[in-house]
């Protein structure tokens, strides 16, 4: 497929959109188009658009950071816990803050996850879990997110 019509590139524009959701700024969506048409133009890659690439566009584009918050009865290992799967992940934690009430746990933590070679589902979903494991309830998303909902 070295051709392509007004009519391949209206659809390949509309999947595009469809794949990155709120995320499709105009600059995104021509870039993102562009490529896929430079690659099939030139014979490489498939016609089909990867999802994986786009997420991670999305996620350069609206921001890096996510907000972790936890909280429970306190114990031994929920700071080790999930921190340790944030560095498993390659995530950099920004700032943190936690706090004990008498046996009660809480705790926020700002987190970049530019470098993660795993997508932010992924990290919420492996910190989650690890939150139950310690019996902690977990929140886990995007800081546009978190603002949005926390503004006044």
Do not use: W, Y
């Amino acid at each position: 497929m070295n051709h392509l019509d007004e009519k391949d590139i209206r659809k390949l524009t509309e999947e595009t959109v469809k794949q990155l959701g709120s995320g499709a700024s105009p600059e995104l969506v021509e870039s993102v188009v562009k490529e896929a048409i430079n690659r099939l133009k030139s014979g490489h890659g498939q016609p089909v658009i990867d999802p994986s690439p786009l997420k991670r566009a999305v996620l350069q584009q609206s921001g890096n950071r996510i907000i972790v918050t936890a909280f429970g009865k306190n114990r031994v290992g929920i700071l080790a816990g999930l921190t340790g799967i944030l560095a498993k992940h390659k995530c950099d934690i920004l700032d943190l803050t936690q706090k004990l009430l008498q046996e009660f746990f809480t705790i926020m933590i700002l987190v970049d996850i530019t470098e993660s070679p795993v997508d932010f589902d992924t990290i919420k979903m492996d910190v989650t879990r690890v939150g139950e494991e310690l019996d902690l309830k977990v929140v886990i998303q995007h800081e546009e997110i978190f603002n949005a909902m926390h503004r006044v």
